[in-house]
């Protein structure tokens, strides 16, 4: 979950890299580094410990001055956070790399190397890999087949940027496991693990299969798969807005993207809607036969990912009455399972470069499922690509850590799966069509919860002293209760559970005083009754209640109960609108708080390591 850019140009490059290194910082930010190959072949490098910010101020008083160069900016995965295993890691002074991944068998190479000579002085896998390299450089004097051996030797996922004084006119990339990008410009090549990286410096991007290998030259890039057969890969220019990775008029990241959300939903319904049902061949080609073959779905993600999975699930379940069952994808991935002939294998993924996701699905494809569908937000990932089904979120770059846009239009793009899988196992036409007319509404419906961030603005006063919080929920709406409770510790560090509601007197309900706030989402339901009996057991314990209702649900703020009205919803995309006011919450209890609400400590966006 590192961050890589690199560059071949006629111009300095010091500028593009750091530029670069910024709009990446959302994959990592406990170091950066960068090496430049200067035009009086040295090769430079400077490496800082913390954000962007600190390598630039270096740079400042210390260019690294060249044409040829990568960078790259680190979330520790081997080694704490320090200047020492901080990228690039060089073998000598000719030869440096970058890598994001992960190498299992480091500790086994380190050995080896060792006992050749070799002196390490970082505690990363990334410095076994440029030992290795230039071991085998020292007999073949030919950096692309250096690293194309090295990477024979290597167990794991990985993607590499290597440069060697003694070429000073190229940079060797490879891809496995790990996203990387190849930007193509007029007469400058660019590489990066994400396309937001390069945007300032072209709008054209070259996709690598997992195994290539690539050549990145001023004029011309040459690309081999995994035989060593050349490629050619097709270049595609960005779908999204150049301002998307920038902040605008809002304070953070978190906050527009929390705006963007009426856009992205209704981005992610486009051409999937007519008036009354949807189109299921925007799950792709096959896709109607296929799901009148599904008799189970089995939903595989990870943290954000995971709770849209368990909203699906009620859905699946209730709409489609298929039996629909979820689960981490780290914990899929090491148990024997038991396969139900026509099992659909669901993958839900942000990036699309999600570690775990991606190895269960590699798993799933030899495990005898029926089908792969993924869901999720990059065209251009790996998940994506390994399918056989794509329901894309059209939710656009998200930058803040913690997800927001991602979410609701995952479930916005899960909710048309469902419907189209149910209209296969006997829902009506006259149902659909209700269906329909609650997803087409569901926009203006977030923009009237967004219009509540004032109120929610200042109810978040009452958790600042506090450094436990309790969530609950029912039905459908307790996995949006877990993602309120997510939110709020990630970006707050208040310590936060959620619960499904009946459950509180199962135990929870013992946490429960005077200063333990008490989060609930109340829509107007089946279950609502059941509900305010357990907001009853609350308050009896002098509990603090936060409530977010429905307006007819009647509900209201008195001693001890703080009541938000949220605009009446279809219980159906009720768990998508409630989702918002939560969001806004946690938004502004860390605003308060003073955390670094876009970069919560410890976390990183993209998860590609397990």
Known sequence: MCGIVGAVSERDVQAILLEGLHRLEYRGYDSAGMAVVANDGVLGRARELGKVAALSESLAKVPTPGKVGIAHTRWATHGEPSQVNAHPHMSGSRLALVHNGIIENYQELREQLKGEGFEFTSQTDTEVVAHLIEKLYRTSKDLLSAVREAIGHLRGAFALAVVHADEPDHLIVCREGSPLVIGVGIGENFIASDQLALLPVTDRFMFLDEGDIADIRRTEVTVWDRDQIPVKRPITRFE?????????????????????????????????????????????????????????VQIIACGTSYHAGMVARYWVEELAGVPCSVEVASEFRYRKHVI???????????????????????????AGFRAALAICNVPSSSLVRESDLVIMTQAGPEIGVASTKAFTTQLTALLLFTIALARHNGMSPEREAELVTAIKALPGQVEAALALDSAIAKLSGAFIDKNHSLFLGRGSLF???????????????????????????????????????????????????????????VRARGGQ????????????????????????????????????????LAYHVAVLKGTDVDQPRNLAKSVTVE
């Open 479 to 537: 996995p949006v209760a877990l993602e309120g409770a997510l939110k709020l510790k990630e970006i707050s560090y208040i310590h936060a559970e959620a619960y499904p509601a009946g459950e509180l007197k199962h135990g929870p309900l013992a946490l429960v005083d005077g200063e333990m706030p008490v989060v609930t989402v109340a829509p107007n339901n089946e279950l609502l009754e059941k509900l305010k009996s357990n907001l009853e057991e």
């Open 340 to 366: 139900q002939a026509g099992t659909l294998f669901l993958c839900i993924s942000q990036s699309g470069e999600t570690a775990d996701t991606l190895a269960a699905l590699r798993q799933a494809k030899k």
């Open 545 to 584: 209640l936060f409530v977010f209702a429905d307006g007819e649900s009647s509900l209201k703020s008195e001693a001890g109960t703080r009541v938000i009205q949220i605009p009446e919803v279809h219980p159906i995309t009720a768990p998508i609108v409630y989702t918002l006011p939560l969001q806004l």
């Open 240 to 296: 999204h807005a150049l301002d998307a990775a920038d902040k605008g008029q809002y304070r953070h990241f978190m906050l527009k993207e929390i705006y963007e959300q009426p856009k992205v939903i209704k981005a992610t319904m486009e051409g999937r809607l007519t008036d009354s049902r949807v189109l299921e061949e925007a799950l792709g080609n096959g896709a109607g036969e296929l799901l009148a073959d599904v008799k189970h």
